[in-house]
């Protein structure tokens, strides 16, 4: 249960954080971590990646940029993604 807390916690201030960046530049946004909001964000975000017909991953610079069927482009600024669909390398003899 503790854990739980503290995962709820870091999700708090983590959106509280990307928020106050936001507010900075004069820009509002909401934050969905539970319920209805969040099943309906989710089915957004995999119904939007599933229009992508190429991924351009750059682990060096941490970015995604999918490449929709309208011609479209969509960068996501991410290391963890970029590292995540990108081909694992191997050295020969590995």
């Known amino acids: 249960m503790a854990a739980k807390k503290i995962k709820a916690a870091a999700i708090s201030e983590t959106a509280r954080r990307v928020l106050g960046l936001e ?17 309906l964000a989710r089915a957004a975000l995999h119904a939007w990646v ?3 017909v190429a991924v351009v991953a750059v682990p060096g610079s941490g ?10 482009s969509s ?11 990108s081909p694992k390398v191997s050295f020969a003899g590995e």
Do not use: C, K, Q
């Open 50 to 52: 599933d229009t992508a």
């Open 63 to 72: 970015r995604v940029t999918l490449i929709h069927a309208d011609g479209r």
């Open 23 to 39: 507010e900075e530049r004069e820009i509002s946004g909401t934050t969905t971590t539970a319920g209805d909001a969040l099943v």
């Open 75 to 85: 960068t996501i600024a991410s290391s963890d993604l970029a590292y995540r669909v």
